[in-house]
């Protein structure tokens, strides 16, 4: 199967000179031209400006508690303003913590809802499922703060931190994640609303990866005798694999820096760590936005930046992997249905 | 685009022997994975129902006159209103937009018609880098950059800067994505005319895209309204009407996150109009920006 | 043809999709926003029925019998009183700090607002960001609960730093144990810092029975809050704990942050009321009004005397009293833990932090005519909302540290 590339058809070139433009054509001045690409030049080195410099600054503030602590800072579990101590494991491991929660929920319901969307719905309910799940993306993290608040923590300690400790307090291993009280502000908490934040990321990135998968993979699966479902196990995620996982990264990323939501249910303590996740914590963002504007002598002050360095960092990290992964499978798709 | 949905899916194998049992088993398999999936969409979308119905329920007992004409009140005084959070709000994005989308658009103006190798490869991976930025760490920049040294004070230009900083790359993404959706021969066509390259740009291939452009913006602006993180290390907020962007300005947002977390029954009532506020200008904006951009997209 | 272009989605329409995701989502918000504020059914009045309207009501019982030595001290500073609006002053003014006090200055200074039309806007952002915010001259003035250290005060930006104090104020244990919410349980400090240690975990521990004879308390696990940010109230209570608990002194300490061995994290008074609020057995400390207000329970503490003290106006003031003797020329002190059969050991004093030479003189003069009114006038509005009023000695040394400020090298206080 040849294919060709869409931007040959419909995009320029990466750039077009005019370098054959006869001067006489110039109306507007000799100068025009050149002022406008210098203006449009100085915007566009902006950004890789505000990026150095937003890494720059944050990093000559943090440098003090960074030296002090060295590795230290995020293998000490210690965060203690009064014998100035700043370990940051704590925020790190609340973090990674609800973040994996997070993508463990959000993973499987967004691909469903995309399988659904590309698979299974009726032609009239398919822009409205997706769009009504992808409509989430447009509320802002505060009033998934306030509806966590008032409405799913209540929920949580009545009701479902209950059941996970009955159901599955008891068995061996993973029973360790659902011990001591119910707080309802917690890790656990923490990670639902998460997965609800980073749902729509999931649903409209696989969704985009599921079409990206050529008809005929399912085609030939269905001529087997294949069942739908098989048809999808087979030929269909096996071929969107790397794409979908592009699209758990992508939601991880926005899961690791999302603060607002986060601070307003986790229960921002940054007590020792403990298997559970039935344990009031903080994550690296919400643990900026708790103690940013309090630290109150230069050593936590530099703590507290270092913790937002880091946090840089890791979602850049992120960023990047998810990007790597995503732009894989668009080019895997451009080259032509070989996988899976 | 291929469309799964004509593909003969439900043609159930015409097969002259009878249903054996394997085939049964698989059969009951795919209708379970089709309703495991099923629910999983219905999840996400009742999600959605859930929020916004519970915003809309508990909000609208707080919504009167006095809500956006009043400034908030000390506790215990009936009354009171969000007013100085929705001008300052109001004031602080457009002083955002006002910074955020010259860049934003020069930005996606360079990727799509000037950049060329791996220059635009660095800018364009720059950009996407700065949106994946969590918004506190852009507070914590700002405040470092702005509230610290340059203004001295908590101050509302504080504020739009960081949120001007959210809306580039949003900006620059759906700008250079349009862009490079205008067919490369209107500008060759202009430039046959003699038409320099910057008028090109101006009058040919901006006026095509504006749809897409103006969607972008207003994305980007809507996007940066909800933003409250950043807005608490930068602005502070403010219980009385401010105009001055080098003093501290209201919010929704800060406003919203103070009434939410104070234990006052009728300050989460409030809480809620906050919410209720905040979705519907964000829907007012992508509204606006559909009626805009309706009769360029046909 | 169809298979090729879904095969050839480029990855920069991928991208694209990405906003343009957001963006369709953005666009249907309209209509989930069909709710549209103005069109909302005629809103009646926010229902203020399950809101004391008048402070009175929500202040507790006991403190209308304040004992007599509150009587704040403005008719000695005779003629000079704040009546109205004064040429030369800045109109607005910016301060951020405790929350310990913040229910009290957003009354005076809505009240100031309407006397003089200066706006002054208060964030309580927490006595850390209160002290943060002076010292790095981020906002005109700072409130704090918890005087600055020396090594702080040396830090700061502008020079040197006045502690003016404001009001008297208790911070207290505060419980949400359904079945037990009229019941007044007595602490001691030890089993409160057992309890904030995590050394103490179910409410029927004997510890806390062996004071609460006759009480039915539940066998579930105390969930203690805290606060999750810089804290003068934090720093109250764990100064407090620190002077009571050799364990908790050795282990945690005091400060307005210190790093709590468990529980929940609550953002200022009001997050941690609204967190013991909200959270069934749980137990949190804040200043009184925040307790009151929202009806939870109060504890009694037991005095350095022995004395099992609840929390009001005239135990705060007995308080004051007793430490008065010690008060530093600078008015930075501490006053847990201190003798008198009616002390309530867990009391102190909130401070406005403002720089002795401040280099905007109209800010000045706004400035000090605030604290000047602050003070005096407004004095009488502390009673009604759970703080007690300073001691006549204490303003009076107040008087003199706000007339030491200066506005560009000039008095700023312009005596009237």
């Known amino acids: 199967m040849t294919t060709r590339n869409a931007e040959d058809e419909i995009a320029p070139p990466a750039s077009w000179d005019v370098q054959g433009s006869p001067k006489f054509a110039r109306s507007s001045g000799v100068g025009a031209d050149d002022v406008f690409k210098w203006l449009v030049y100085t915007t566009a080195f902006a950004v890789p400006a505000v990026l150095v410099a937003l890494f720059v600054l944050l990093v000559i503030d943090a440098w003090p508690a960074l030296a002090r602590f060295g590795l230290g800072f995020v293998t000490s579990s210690n965060w203690d303003n009064v014998k100035q101590q700043f370990g940051t494991l704590p925020y790190i491991y609340g973090t990674v913590v609800t973040s994996l929660l997070a993508l463990l929920i959000a993973t499987p319901v967004g691909v469903g809802a995309a399988i659904f969307v590309t698979e299974y719905a009726p032609r009239p309910l398919r822009v409205p499922v997706s769009f009504t799940i992808e409509l989430l993306a447009a509320i802002p993290s505060i009033i998934f703060g306030l509806w966590g608040f008032f409405a799913l923590t209540p929920i949580m300690r009545s009701t479902v931190e209950p059941f996970m400790k009955s159901v599955v307090g008891p068995l061996p291993v993973i029973g360790g994640l659902f011990q001591g009280p119910s707080v309802g502000k917690d890790l656990f908490t923490g990670g639902v609303i998460l997965s609800i934040m980073i749902l729509p990321t999931i649903v409209s990135i696989s969704r985009e990866v599921l079409l990206a998968v050529p008809t005929m993979q399912r085609e030939g699966m269905l001529a087997l005798g294949a069942t739908r479902w098989e048809a999808i196990r087979e030929a269909v995620i096996p071929y969107a694999r790397v794409g979908i996982a592009g699209a758990a990264i992508l939601g991880l990323a926005r899961a690791l820096g999302e603060t607002m939501a986060v601070t307003m249910v986790i229960g921002n303590s940054s007590r020792k760590i403990t298997g559970t996740l039935l344990t009031p914590g903080y994550t690296m963002a919400s643990a900026i936005a708790n103690q940013f504007t309090e630290a109150d002598n230069p050593l936590y002050f530099s703590a507290i930046v270092g913790v937002a360095a880091l946090l840089l960092v890791v979602s850049a990290i992120v960023n990047i992997a998810a990007r790597l992964m995503i732009w894989q499978i668009s080019r895997g798709g451009a080259e032509g249905g070989n996988r899976g | 685009m291929a469309d799964t949905g004509t593909l003969p899916y439900k043609a159930s194998p015409v097969s002259p022997l009878a249903p054996d049992r394997r085939y049964l088993a698989r059969k009951f398999h795919g209708r379970f994975m089709a309703g495991l999936i099923t629910v999983a969409a219905l999840v996400g979308v009742s999600v959605l129902w859930l929020i916004l119905g519970y915003v809309i329920v508990r909000g609208a007992p707080a919504i009167n006159l006095d809500f956006f004409t009043q400034r908030p009140l000390p506790y215990g005084e009936v009354g009171g209103g969000i007013a100085p959070s929705i001008t300052g709000t109001l004031l602080i994005l457009a002083v955002a937009a006002l910074i955020g989308v010259p860049v934003g658009l020069g930005c996606g103006i360079y990727l799509a018609e000037y950049g060329r190798g791996s220059v635009v490869e660095v800018i364009r991976f720059c950009s996407d880098l700065v949106a994946g930025v969590p918004s506190i760490v852009v507070g914590v920049f700002v405040w470092a950059l702005l509230v610290r040294h340059v203004v001295g004070n908590f101050s509302g230009i504080a504020g739009a800067v960081s949120l001007a900083i959210i809306m580039i790359p949003i900006i620059v993404r759906t700008v250079e994505a349009v862009l490079l959706l205008v067919p490369y021969t209107l500008r060759e066509a202009a430039l046959a005319l003699g038409v320099p390259k910057w008028r090109v740009v101006i009058s040919v291939v901006l006026p095509s895209a504006k749809a897409g452009i103006i969607t972008g913006l207003v994305l980007a602006i809507a996007r940066a309204g909800g933003e409250t993180a950043p807005l608490l290390l930068t602005t502070l907020g403010n219980q009385f009407f401010s105009w001055n962007l080098l003093e501290p300005i209201g919010a929704i947002p800060i406003q919203l996150y103070n009434y939410a977390v104070a234990p006052y029954p009728d300050w989460h009532t409030k809480a809620w109009g906050a919410a209720l506020v905040l979705i519907s200008v964000i829907g007012v904006l992508s509204t606006l920006a559909r009626v805009a951009t309706w009769g360029q997209s046909r | ?416």
């Open chain 3, 1 to 416: 043809m169809n298979t090729n272009q879904a095969a050839t989605t480029s990855r920069r329409s991928l991208f694209a999709r990405l906003s343009a995701t957001v963006t369709g989502a953005a666009l249907l918000a309209a209509c989930g926003g069909d709710a549209e504020p103005a069109k909302a059914p005629a809103a009646p009045p926010i229902a203020a029925k399950a809101e004391p309207t008048k402070a009175p009501a929500a202040v507790p019982t006991t403190s209308a019998a304040a004992a007599p030595t509150t009587a704040p001290a403005p008719a000695s500073s005779g003629a000079v009183a704040i009546t109205g609006a004064f040429d030369g002053e800045a109109k607005t003014l910016t301060g951020a700090g405790a929350t310990f006090p913040a229910a009290l200055y957003s009354k005076y200074f809505n009240e100031y607002n309407k006397l003089t039309k200066v706006e002054v806007n208060y964030q309580s952002i927490g006595s850390g960001g209160g002290i943060k915010a002076i010292s790095d001259q981020t906002a005109d003035f700072g409130a704090t609960d918890s005087p600055m250290t020396d090594a702080q005060l040396k830090e700061a930006k502008g020079g040197e730093i006045l502690h003016i104090p404001m009001a008297l104020g208790a911070v207290v244990a505060t419980y949400n144990i359904p079945g037990l919410e009229t019941t007044k349980l007595r602490f001691t400090g030890e089993t409160l810092a057992g309890i904030f240690l995590g050394t103490i975990t179910k409410w029927n521990d004997p510890k806390i029975a062996a004071d609460n004879a006759g009480v039915k308390l539940p066998t579930e696990d105390i969930v203690s809050v805290h606060r999750s940010d810089g804290s003068g109230t934090s720093f109250v209570f764990t100064d407090y704990l620190s002077s009571v608990s050799a364990e908790w002194k050795a282990k945690v300490g005091a400060s307005t942050t210190v790093n709590w061995p468990g529980g929940v994290g609550g953002k200022g008074n009001e997050g941690v009321a609204g967190e013991v609020k909200q959270t069934p057995f749980s137990i949190g400390y804040v200043e009184l009004i925040y307790a009151v207000q929202n009806k939870l329970g109060v504890g009694l503490i037991k005095n350095k005397v022995g004395q099992f003290v609840e929390p009001n106006l005239a135990g705060v003031t007995a308080a004051a009293t007793a430490a008065a003797g010690k008060v530093a020329p600078d008015l930075r002190v501490s006053i847990v833990d201190q003798d008198g059969a009616t002390t309530y050991p867990i009391s102190s004093f909130t401070w406005i932090l403002a720089y002795k030479q401040m280099t905007d003189a109209a800010k000045a003069t706004a400035l000090t005519r605030l604290l000047w009114w602050g003070t005096h006038e407004a004095q009488k509005f502390n009673g009604d909302l759970g703080y007690a009023p300073l001691p006549a000695e204490i303003v009076s040394k107040g008087e003199a540290m706000i007339k030491s400020i200066t506005g560009a090298g000039k008095p700023a206080f312009p005596g009237k």
